[in-house]
């Protein structure tokens, strides 16, 4: 008997299942490739001593952004920024930056100058140059693909796939900011003449639209060896902790009572009924780093969080694969971490 | 008195216009950027005597493919071609591949091994890796930008900018063959039941769909430092030997009874009353050399087209910037090279 099935669609495979389709097809690979697909950035050796780091991110309108509420320079200023997170979470220093970009030709030329503003801004802060691209003509919104480029020590790069039963888990500054910034600034473009955003409004907008890469915190990492295993935050925590445990074959205990919430988006839950919790472990696009370090770190990570200014939370331990993916709430009782990370094809846009 | 005007869209200034006001945002660079915007790739000192070279294109359906009659593979196939061909006009060994590709969620899975297919095609032959990318859906069509890593030493990388006044202009292969071959597809979507394509229709649309590029000979100019001026024919030869004299501050004499075209290309021209000198002129995507050497070295070419089994042709002479751009035409009668490429902003689409 011969079913006739119905051939499988996006839809119906999702994301992940697309990438683990064409992951087959990326088998051929050359000696100098140190790692392929399957981190946030390649790893490359062009040097017997440095290795080169590059990756690919797209921001589409309709689905990464929604210029009825962000400006272009808006747009401009967190694309980059999702790159320079990918550098960071390799402990590589962003270099240079390409761009393909795809535009509708109605498109007035003083936005796409303002876009251009955007990228400037952070390429200036951490010394990145433009150095290509490409334009073409677009025939529905705006398309981006931007490519970055960094250089880290060889044997140096953070990668998912180094941390070890035992190791503390730890995060940058706080988490669930950006998500919280997203959610007021969509509620306002539904509102006919909404008030002057309250005071934590404009902090936890800026979170969204203005994030904080850590280059920095990332290159320190990797320079000291200290960083067992590392992500950037950019599909949200609960989403970033299995990539990584995933890649290193651990699980992880996270500690609810210990996740860095701000006061701003703990006053944004309360106002408007949500869990500060689950913005926390859902809200994507914080580009903080998460990082695995030996528990004997403990005082270095301290000094190490004054030394750049930069809050550092122990927020749970890695343990076996057995135990799984848990979170412990601050009554005691633990949980399962969901998998809710953001799949293109199975959830309606915008994100 | 003062006048209100239009703000000016893409539309007004085109795609050289765009990239002009654009290229003011990109004058911060890093001292190891030896070569920025401006020519098929960028030249990076990642390392004292080995340069990165780097180029990104983009590839959009509706835009630079047609769907109806090209498949997943084709577009897969001539994508990967174009990004080597870039480091082919640079002299560059490429080495690394990176996708951003956005596609609606209808798609069939199928459909993207397809297009993966299609890369891995070029990308083995030429022992490139594929080593990261991007997945996302997209609100319309299929949306590719492809990010290309090559190497070659330092002081060796091809630059549009070198060509030097009495050099002579040679090219690779034979022009026109692609812009016939998609001239040949594009009618027969529009036919009902088109017949079975005659022999010299097949070459040309192969030659469209499953172009060659022509890196090892890149590499072998660079490598020898015979050429002073290089650049792929990727807009086509009257576009890009205008692009090659205006980053070499000079003019050209090119000669049309040397144009190299094929018998396939002279037999559709005919039958169709096309100009076949036109296609050569005008014709893109053929993805050969051209490039500019001291005629001291006539001889050394007539040995390299031996040892690499390519076609290679003296089409001209690089004259003064103050002879301009001339085509002097079988007669004898000279004419300026009008600039045809093709304006992503200005025109419709397809092509």
């Not at 140059?129 to 044997?155: H, P, R, W, Y």
């Not at 473009?189 to 990332?218: C, D, V």
Request: charged share 20%.
């Amino acid at each position: 008997m011969i079913h006739a099935s119905r051939p499988s669609t996006l839809q119906t495979i999702g994301e992940f299942g697309l990438i683990r389709a064409l992951e087959q097809h990326c088998h051929h690979l050359r000696s100098d490739v140190l790692q392929g697909i399957g981190d946030d950035a390649a790893i490359l050796r062009t040097t017997p001593n440095e290795a080169l780091i590059v990756s690919t991110d797209l921001a589409i309108e309709g689905i990464h952004f929604d210029l009825s509420f962000e400006s272009f320079q808006d747009v401009g200023y967190r694309t980059a920024v999702a790159n320079i997170s990918d550098m960071a979470a390799m402990g590589a220093t962003p270099k240079f930056l390409l761009v393909g970009l795809a535009v509708p030709p109605s498109t007035a030329v003083k936005s796409l100058k303002d876009l251009y503003r955007g990228f400037k801004e952070p390429c200036r802060r951490y010394n990145i140059s433009m150095v290509g691209g490409d334009t073409s003509s677009s025939q529905s919104g705006l398309f981006l693909c931007m490519t970055i480029l960094g250089q880290v020590k060889t044997n140096h790069a953070l990668k998912r796939s180094g941390a070890k039963v035992g190791d503390h888990v730890y995060v940058t500054g706080t988490l669930g900011d950006s998500k919280a910034g997203l959610q007021i600034l969509q509620r306002r473009a539904t509102q006919k003449n909404p008030n002057a955003p309250q005071p934590y409004e404009s902090f936890l907008i800026k979170r969204h639209l203005r994030p904080t890469p850590r280059p920095a915190m990332g290159q320190q990492l990797a320079k000291s060896r200290w960083a067992h295993g590392a992500i950037d935050i950019s599909d949200g925590l609960s989403g970033d902790i299995q990539h990584l445990c995933k890649a290193s074959g651990v699980g992880v205990e996270l500690w609810a009572s210990q996740l860095p919430i701000s006061r701003q988006c703990a006053t944004y839950a309360k106002a408007y009924g949500h869990s500060s919790i689950e913005l926390a472990l859902e809200g994507g696009e914080d580009y903080e780093l998460l990082f695995t370090v030996s528990p004997r770190h403990q005082q270095t990570m301290a000094k190490l969080s004054r030394t750049f200014k930069t809050p550092l939370t122990c927020i749970g331990e890695i343990r076996p694969r057995s135990f799984g993916l848990k979170l412990k709430s601050e009554g005691g009782i633990s949980r399962s971490i969901a998998k809710h990370s953001y799949d293109h094809f199975s959830k309606k846009p915008i994100r």
